[in-house]
């Protein structure tokens, strides 16, 4: 008698969600497994925040840009649909910190802020004499207590003064995690600064100690970045996955609103009144919707508190004559004391030479921080404008933009604050004693990147595979 069919059904067409669905379809083909797996997503399009407009010859997209190079999981998933001759690295030019009114360039030998070259430190404008004196503190400071968690700017603080993590280390952080550095965990983002200062007591001499010292160049790869992207946009790899997933099995401009479980496994009612089932779940959804669709369950009540921060892009498009001073770089952070409504700008065209045509410049900035988030409700015109107004005081911009792309990102920065680990490890056990066979993934957990959330994804294809097949075993054999 062949085996009875099991069901999976994924909710959120994020990549957390298509990474899920590919690998469980995958392992099924593989190991003859009888699954019927379905991916459920609430808009008309899959890939999350992945979303490419491609016009007039450029390539824009309207959220993440690339992922780490290091980070293996994306460029094995593009390997797998085909992806793998689209991937290009950035060109590695100079970045810059916009403090006190001028762009520094960023010092040399900085890691994430921290200095690992000393030279490039002492000899930058960045810092005033007593910034730079008050960050040398951090060679004689002794390691902090051994602690479970604290605040990422407390943590760099103590050791090197508020002036550094104000115009280094805070535009570089918060940019990563659109948050507020005094209520980011150090142990859910960088856990690793955290070991080096309790291993080696100073911050700067560790990271020196432990960062592997850079080849001579030969001036073979001297100007290619730590990121990939694909040249056709992020959201071409988004349709490849998609192409490759079993015919029928993604439902989209579907929402589930409730999931319960029953004696065989768990009904998911979608919002037209319709009943789905299933033996197993994969939950790749933001975390407050997580929570509304499992709110008899209080334990997800922790989900109601962790926050999200709202954020926008503003691509502009000009021709180059455009830009009369330009800058010999690909993008520069701002200052968090700085009186500039952008947080960041990518020369897009500098660093993704792709995404441009000849002749034109792309500039990308980022808008909205921590506290300061009504500016992302403005309307298309005045953010450009706001936008257009803080580019000036740095370049002299001649014309008007062939077009702008806005796009707004509400609520959808989740936010690893102080405890975060704790919390989602207490939400885990839970889940795992009161709703076997459900799991949760994606950027409100463990990483935001691409490839944390590819991880999670493949993570949970085996805790299902594992839940489905192995219990099975046991009670064949018992």
């Given amino acids: ?131 730079k004196l008050r960050a040398a503190a951090d060679f004689v400071l002794p390691r902090s207590n051994a602690m479970k968690d604290q605040a990422l700017g407390g943590f760099f603080r103590r050791r090197l003064g508020d002036e550094v993590v104000e115009n280094l280390i805070e535009p570089l952080l918060s940019g990563i995690y659109a948050g507020d550095i005094d209520h980011l965990s150090l142990m859910s983002t960088f856990p690793q600064f955290y070991q080096v200062e309790q291993k080696y007591r100073s911050l700067i001499l560790g990271m020196k100690k432990s960062t592997p010292s850079q080849p001579k160049s030969t001036g073979e790869k001297k100007d290619k970045g730590m990121f990939l992207t694909f040249k056709t946009g992020l959201q071409s790899f988004v349709d490849a996955i998609e192409k490759k997933l079993e015919p029928n099995s993604v439902m989209k401009g579907v929402r589930i609103t409730g999931i319960d479980k029953n004696t065989n496994g768990y009904e998911l009612e979608l919002d037209g009144g319709e009943i789905l089932l299933a033996d197993s779940v994969v939950i790749s959804v933001p975390h407050h919707v997580t929570q509304s669709m499992l709110k008899q369950h209080r334990f997800f009540d922790a989900f109601k508190e962790m926050p999200s921060t709202s954020v926008a892009t503003v691509a502009l498009a000009f021709p180059k004559e455009a830009i009369e001073k330009d800058i010999e770089g690909t993008g520069f952070v701002v200052s968090r004391n700085s009186d500039y409504t952008i947080t960041a700008c990518t020369w897009t065209h500098k660093k993704w030479p792709h995404s441009a045509p000849e002749g034109k410049v792309l500039l990308r900035c980022y808008v909205g921080r921590p506290g300061d988030e009504a500016v992302v409700d403005l309307s298309d015109n005045e953010m450009v404008k706001i936008v257009l107004n803080d580019l000036n005081k740095t370049m002299n911009i001649t014309m008007a933009p062939d077009f702008a792309v806005v796009t707004r990102w509400k609520d959808s920065m989740p936010q690893y604050t102080v405890g975060h680990k704790e919390r989602i490890d207490h939400v885990m056990s839970q889940l795992t004693a009161e709703l076997p066979g459900v799991y949760v993934a994606g950027s409100s957990y463990d990483g935001l990147g691409m490839p944390d959330c590819i991880d999670q994804g493949e993570k949970a294809v085996q805790q299902v595979l594992s839940f489905l097949y192995s219990k099975n075993k046991k009670a064949i054999h018992s």
């Fill in 1 to 131: 008698m062949s085996e009875e069919q099991k069901k999976v059904i994924i909710i959120g067409g994020g990549i957390t969600g298509l990474a899920t669905a590919y690998y469980l379809q995958k392992e099924a083909r593989e190991k003859g497994l009888s699954l019927d797996v379905k991916l459920v997503e609430a808009s008309q399009r899959l890939g999350g925040k992945l979303q490419t407009v491609v016009k007039e010859g450029f390539v824009i997209e309207r959220g993440p840009d690339s992922f780490l190079a290091r980070k293996q999981s994306a460029s094995r998933l593009a390997k797998e649909v085909g992806m793998e001759n689209e991937l290009i690295r950035n060109t590695a030019g100079k970045s810059f910190v916009l403090a006190r009114e001028r762009l520094h360039p960023m010092p040399g030998g900085s890691i994430m802020g921290i200095p690992t070259q000393i030279a490039p430190f002492i000899t930058t404008g960045l810092f005033s004499f007593p910034g």
